[in-house]
């Protein structure tokens, strides 16, 4: 694990599992997913761990991830700053299309909620 910067959030409840986002650098994702979780289950102990690679989440979780997460573990800060400034900038260039299609779903919803009376 030392070469990848890992974030975690958890929500602390009783019954709460682990949820661990990882970016990777590179392309290595396929197996590293597998051999981390492996590798997390022996240490802790516990089965209950989710974990995702940030670096093909949706751009809402990774905004989650960096608003809310608690970071454990950084390679070096300057991946950390460059990789929160791509997502964050990616993040607030598309506001006004979530606006736009929460504002149509809404529309929607609403318009089915009127048929159906």
Do not use: C, P, W
Request: no cysteine.
């Amino acid at each position: 694990m030392s070469e990848y910067d890992n974030i975690y959030t958890n929500k602390n409840r009783e019954n709460s599992d682990l949820d661990i986002a990882i970016y990777l650098e590179g392309e290595r994702e396929s197996f590293v997913k597998l051999e981390i979780l492996d590798e997390l289950v022996s240490i802790l102990q516990r089965e209950d761990i989710d974990i995702v690679i940030l670096n093909n989440a949706d751009i809402e979780l990774q905004f989650q991830v960096i608003k809310y997460g608690k970071v454990i573990y950084m390679k070096d800060l300057l991946t950390k700053v460059l990789y929160e400034s791509k997502v964050m900038s990616y993040y607030m260039d598309m506001e006004h299309f979530r606006n736009v299609q929460y504002k149509i779903g809404h529309e929607k919803f609403l318009k089915l909620f009127k048929d159906i009376e």
